[in-house]
């Protein structure tokens, strides 16, 4: 998911240098979203690898 919020960021340099603003701002927005969808499952993912390191234990 993360290569996607990069390609979708890339996109959007790529657009934002020849001058398409609207397919900037609409690849910069899907690039945010992608990012913060990103970031949750990451800190989700890391709080069940901590619990289920503790249930180890």
Known sequence: ?????????IISIIAALFG????????AGIAKILFFIFIVICVIFLVLGLMAGRAIL
């Open 20 to 27: 398409f603003t609207g397919i900037a701002a609409a690849a």
């Open 1 to 9: 998911m993360l290569k996607w919020a990069l390609f979708f960021f």
